[in-house]
Nanobody, 127 residues
């Protein structure tokens, strides 16, 4: 059974930092492209960041470039999202997702491209 478990969310002040983690089980994680998405109340789920299974390719939403960093450790079946310079508009539930990829450099930005999803971790930024 495939499981993705996110952790690391919380309540922080604007300007603060968080490190989100997503640990996978039940699949060969090192062959999977992974991504982070977020969803605020009343809004659609939006792309945040993606990383290829080799870690050599990444992409970010314009709204988070320069503040968020995605990385992965395939030996730990874990993908991370380092979030710095948090803003109130970053408040949302953050979800990790993963899908098996045929290429080590594949990155994906659409929710429909992913097969497996975590349950989400809440990030709340106070002003």
């Amino acid at each position: 059974q495939v499981q993705l478990v996110e952790s690391g969310g919380g309540l922080v002040q604007a300007g603060g930092s968080l490190r989100l983690s997503c640990t996978a089980s039940g699949l060969t994680f090192s062959w999977h492209t992974s991504g982070w998405f977020r969803q605020a109340p009343g809004k659609e789920r939006e792309f945040v960041a993606t990383i290829s299974w080799s870690g050599s390719s990444t992409a970010y939403a314009d709204s988070v470039k320069g503040r968020f960093t995605i990385s992965r450790d395939n030996t730990k079946n874990t993908v991370y999202l380092q979030i710095d310079s948090l803003k109130p508009e970053d408040t949302a539930a953050y979800y990790c997702a993963t899908v098996e990829a045929t290429s080590p450099i594949t990155i994906l930005t659409q929710p429909n491209d992913y097969w497996y999803w975590g349950q989400g971790t809440q990030v709340t930024v106070s002003s």
